[in-house]
């Protein structure tokens, strides 16, 4: 008896160690390229670094099963998420509208945003879609290909802070919350309430929504949210002081990669966990993400401001000047603000049958300042982001797989429109 419960002890503990996260694999990669990384591996607490990769493995019927490696992943140590809620905002968007599929709503039909309370703004219009008229559809493409912030702010006050919160909730994301719009400086009271909205097909109004009024408070215990030794205020005076970002957004990277996960793998999820989404849903949101800026028509994108590989951090940095690979497309959405760079993102590359999750951030502001536009993107972030994300891609490269992906599924139509 006493031998059958060690075997049974031991083959728990082998279980439990089976069962632990990851912690060196990443730390040991980016050590054996010293010439890439000691500069913020000597003080990732400084560059607040944090690193989730997960490889897909394929079985015989091309089922993908997981294994996560982490750095420093601290869902409690606070970073700015920035734009990549918004990929949150897209779905939840594409949810709510399939929800109301019995008023004849779709993700194209006209949006006529009006407005109710202090700040809020009215759109009629939108020249960048081909018809000039703004929708769920085209808010998400501008939102995918270059994090337009008036289409999350649209989505955002067609979903409403309640149900967005919800929705993170109910999918598991207890590290999140998502409080107020980005780039108008929404936040308090104005952020609770949300634009009453209408939406029509053709002349014929189809929806009606009143506005909207969240009085919960998304309270998150969190560290390191008061940052810095100072700020430039509204009006561009310094405030001696560390700057707040308590009451803002927040979305751990762990979060992030859930999220995308469930996103291109739905078929791997039981199907009361899998988002009520369309396969034209699926389609639309794996063909923007993926698609660069310089292959769409509409919206139209100057390349002298949004180039090809602008909005793919991880593998290229920011680099203006790079021929995108062709066999490589990158499933991504990054946010960038008040010094951190985040990119979640999943890989493809159809000639080589590499597939992999990397979600990461990092952020550098040495003087301490926040809101003077000071950061260090070039020099830290872009390049830390770029060879991160070539390293991986690296480690793939060689990698020995049982079964080769068929990645057919997210072959997408590029054309321009």
């Given at each position: 008896m006493k031998l059958v419960i060690t075997s049974i002890c031991f083959a728990m503990s082998l279980t439990a160690m089976a069962q632990k996260?990851?912690?060196?694999?990443?730390?040991?990669?980016?050590?054996?390229?010293?010439?890439?990384?000691?500069t913020v591996l000597n003080h990732p607490?400084?560059?607040?670094?944090?690193?989730?990769?997960?490889?897909?493995?394929?079985d015989a019927a091309n089922k993908p099963h997981f294994k996560s490696y982490r750095y420093n992943l601290n869902p409690k140590n606070y970073f700015y998420p920035a734009s990549t809620v918004k990929l949150a905002a897209v779905i939840f968007a594409l949810e709510k509208v399939n929800r109301l599929k019995n008023f004849r709503l779709s993700s194209k039909s006209l949006m006529i945003t009006d407005s109710s309370f202090t700040g809020q703004t009215k759109v009629f219009k939108d020249s960048t879609s081909k018809n000039g008229l703004p929708s769920i559809e085209h808010y998400i493409k501008k939102i995918l290909l270059t994090s337009d912030n008036d289409a999350f702010n649209r989505l955002y006050e067609f979903i409403g802070r309640a149900e967005i919160n919800s929705k993170l909730k109910k999918n598991g994301l207890n590290d999140s919350r998502?409080?107020?719009?980005?780039a108008i400086g929404d936040a308090g009271e104005s952020a609770k309430h949300t634009n009453p909205?209408?939406?029509?097909?053709?002349?014929?109004?189809?929806?009606?929504?009143?506005?909207?009024?969240?009085?919960k408070e998304y309270n998150l215990v969190l560290t390191n949210t008061v940052m810095g030794k100072g700020y430039l205020d509204s009006a561009d005076k310094l405030v001696a002081k560390p700057f707040s970002l308590e009451n803002k957004n927040a979305f751990a990277i762990n979060d992030q990669q859930k999220l995308m996960k469930k996103l291109i793998f739905h078929e791997a999820f039981p199907i009361s966990e899998r988002y009520n989404l369309t396969p034209e849903d699926y389609k639309l949101i794996y063909t923007y993400m993926s698609k660069l800026p310089t292959e769409s028509d509409y919206p139209k994108y100057d390349p002298k401001d949004f180039w090809p590989t602008y909005a793919k951090m991880l593998y290229y940095g920011r680099e203006k000047n790079v021929e995108p690979d062709k066999s490589i497309r990158i499933f991504n959405k990054y946010g960038d603000s008040y010094g951190f760079i985040i990119d979640n993102s999943y890989f493809v590359d159809f000639?080589?049958?590499?597939?992999?999750?990397?979600?990461?951030?990092i952020q550098s502001n040495e003087d301490g300042i926040f809101n003077d536009n000071k950061y260090e993107y070039?020099?830290?972030?872009?390049?830390?982001?770029?060879?991160?994300?070539?390293?991986i891609y690296e480690y793939e490269m060689q990698r020995t797989k049982k079964h080769k992906p068929d990645l057919n599924k997210f072959k997408m139509d590029y054309l321009k429109k």
């Open positions: 996260p990851d912690t060196v694999f990443l730390k040991k990669l980016m050590e054996a390229k010293p010439e890439l990384f000691n607490q400084k560059n607040e670094i944090q690193i989730l990769y997960t490889q897909v493995n394929r998502i409080l107020n719009r980005l909205i209408k939406f029509y097909n053709g002349d014929k109004l189809v929806y009606q929504q009143p506005a909207q009024y969240d009085p000639e080589n049958g590499v597939e992999y999750f990397l979600t990461a951030v070039e020099t830290v972030c872009y390049p830390f982001m770029k060879n991160l994300g070539r390293t």
